[in-house]
């Protein structure tokens, strides 16, 4: 899991300690916050913020901050993070192989 592992590298607090000191939780709760509750609000306010008709940055500033937060959640999704064997195979068959079969 990646929470043991940050927790034995003591380089910084995770966002699972953080949570579980700040709402005085469990490991379990503490989890399902983060996963269910800020992970579902940071995507509202992404999605709420595109599809505002007068907003102040340009388009093509928020679809690249949009893109980069996407693709962060899926490297970090499933401690693909931590187990970089899985995102080399997926990258390998998203752009070496794809381009080998033309």
């Known amino acids: 899991m990646v929470h043991l592992q940050e927790a034995t590298t003591c380089d910084v607090a995770s966002t699972i300690d953080s ?3 700040e709402h005085n939780t469990s490991l379990a ?6 996963k269910a509750q800020l ?3 940071s995507w509202k306010d992404i999605n709420e913020e595109w ?4 907003r102040d940055q340009p388009k093509e500033l928020l679809e690249r901050i949009f893109n980069l ?3 962060m959640e899926f490297i970090y999704k499933g401690d693909v993070y ?3 064997h899985a995102i080399k195979e997926t990258i390998n068959s998203l752009f070496v ?4 079969n033309i």
């Open 19 to 21: 949570c579980m000191k």
């Open 29 to 34: 709760l503490a989890r399902e916050r983060i």
């Open 39 to 41: 992970l579902e609000e």
């Open 51 to 54: 599809l505002k008709p007068d």
């Open 69 to 71: 937060a996407r693709t």
């Open 82 to 84: 931590n187990n970089n």
């Open 97 to 100: 192989e794809s381009f080998t």
